[in-house]
């Protein structure tokens, strides 16, 4: 079962359009990462939002934790905002104590010219 | 500049060979992981480290083992590697176990003939 679901799977944009991505997750969580990944690269942190309105630039993140839901809007984007972005949030192990980052298989975005 | 570094990027070996993956960062972080990603599947959490010789098993702790001696250093370990091990590795740090200053390596692209 995936625990962190994401829509939509793609997403393809003319540059300047905004984009608006979603993520749900089955059980509570008390943290929500975003993430950034180019195509075969690294994970880059975009935002932390354990709730409420975050923003960092272009981007903004908007968590309801009660509904279990998260959304990143990007706007005016450009052709560099193209790859995948994947959404995280936290559970916690009972088995180890500590917490971990569950992820989501991603919104592959292309921004077209 | 803040970074996880991940030795080789590329790796081919046959079936039943021994991998090492080596992972280093220099910010002083406490906790490190190792994770794949596999199309389709997402990120997968292999091991977690909260410290020197503190490693507790992720979500696919089979035929993986691991390593942490140095703060600095960890190490993710096939014996005997199996085809269906071929994935891309990504190492990730963060500051400690609240997930903060999430910070992941540029990947180990894995192929097991």
């Known amino acids: 079962e995936q625990q962190v679901q994401q829509s939509p799977a793609s997403l393809v944009l003319q540059e300047a359009e905004n984009a608006e991505l979603q993520c749900s997750f089955s059980i509570f969580t008390n943290q929500v990462q975003w993430f950034y990944q180019r195509p075969g690269g690294r994970l880059v942190s975009l935002l932390y939002?354990?709730?409420g309105t975050k923003q960092s630039g272009r981007l903004t993140s908007t968590t309801v934790i009660k509904e279990r839901r998260s959304s990143l809007h990007i706007s005016s984007s450009q052709i560099t905002d193209s790859g995948t972005y994947l959404c995280a949030m936290e559970r916690y192990d009972y088995g180890s104590s500590g917490n971990k980052l569950i992820f989501g298989i991603g919104t592959l975005l292309s921004v077209k010219p | 500049d803040m970074k996880v570094t991940q030795m080789p990027r590329y790796l081919i070996k046959r079936m039943g060979e021994n991998v090492l993956l080596e992972c280093g960062q220099d910010?002083?972080?406490?906790?490190m992981y190792w994770y794949r990603q596999d199309p389709g599947l997402g990120l997968q959490l292999i091991y977690i480290s909260y410290d020197v010789d503190s490693n507790s098993e992720g979500d696919i702790p089979k035929g993986y083992r691991v390593s942490r001696k140095k703060r600095e250093h960890f190490s993710l370990i096939l014996d005997s590697a199996k085809t269906n091990q071929t994935s891309v590795y990504f190492c990730?740090?963060?500051?400690?176990?609240?997930?903060?200053?999430?910070?992941f390596g540029s990947g180990t692209r894995l192929l097991v003939i």
């Open positions: 939002n354990p709730s």
């Open positions: 990730a740090s963060s500051r400690d176990r609240a997930n903060s200053d999430y910070t």
């Open positions: 910010m002083s972080h406490e906790t």
